[in-house]
């Protein structure tokens, strides 16, 4: 298996525009995470999905960020409008179980400027 | 949810054994203790989970004391390539039936100096 694939690798936007982050788990994985990095508030879990289902979504900082996950090898998380705040490295990770370990992709890195 | 706390950074030099404590006083007796680390501009990656006693892989020992209320990340001869970011989770194991979030925290920052 790849592994977790996200993509882009790196994004710069303006702000107010619309970013799309995209992940795909590995395959057979049932579990889903979105975190978020930064010097100031390090790594920090935005929501994470059971079976395709959000589960808890209390990270997500504010009504400008969604996901989704409409099949089990595939979630976005979207950030409209974008704002120079939001400017982190965006993880996503799969595991196969709850407390199983954890697989991470190798990140976006999000510059709004 | 058992809180953790660790050393926010660490300097080594290359072929020493280095020892990163991790203290969890409220830990549940169904928790694991869980290590990650992360590399620079990289996600972290697994290195080691364990729930009593001793634990061995070929990277790292973990030590958890009987009353469980810390554990110790052990990385035998580092080298430079070690220098990394090491994060302590606890949490339950799903065979418990317990919901978990991973949470990670800051970690801590090792440093191996030449």
């Known amino acids: 298996d790849a592994g977790v694939i996200q993509s882009p690798r790196h994004e710069v936007t303006e702000m107010g525009q619309e970013v799309t982050l995209r992940c795909k788990p590995i395959s057979g994985h049932d579990y889903l995470f979105w975190y978020r990095q930064t010097m100031m508030r390090g790594l920090e879990l935005l929501i994470y999905?059971?079976?395709?289902?959000?589960?808890?979504d209390s990270g997500m900082p504010e009504d400008r960020f969604s996901a989704k996950m409409p099949n089990a090898s595939f979630s976005t998380l979207k950030i409209q409008p974008s704002e120079p705040r939001d400017s982190a490295v965006y993880f996503c990770a799969s595991s196969q179980d709850s407390n199983e370990k954890l697989f991470f992709g190798s990140g976006t890195q999000l510059s709004v400027l | 949810l058992a809180k953790t706390t660790q050393p926010i950074s660490m300097d080594s030099y290359e072929g020493q054994e280095v020892n990163i404590t991790c203290s969890h006083n409220?830990?549940?007796?169904?928790?694991?203790i869980t290590w990650y680390q992360q590399f620079p501009s990289q996600g972290p990656r697994f290195i080691i989970q364990?729930?009593?006693t001793k634990v061995t892989n070929e990277v790292a020992s973990l030590f958890i004391p009987a009353d469980r209320k810390s554990s110790t990340l052990s990385l035998p001869r580092v080298s430079l390539s070690d220098t990394a970011v090491y994060y302590c989770l606890v949490g339950p194991s799903h065979a418990s039936g317990g919901s978990y979030i991973p949470t990670f925290g800051r970690g801590t920052s090792l440093i191996v100096h030449p």
């Open positions: 999905f059971n079976n395709n289902v959000p589960i808890d």
């Open positions: 409220n830990i549940a007796t169904n928790d694991y």
């Open positions: 364990g729930y009593k």
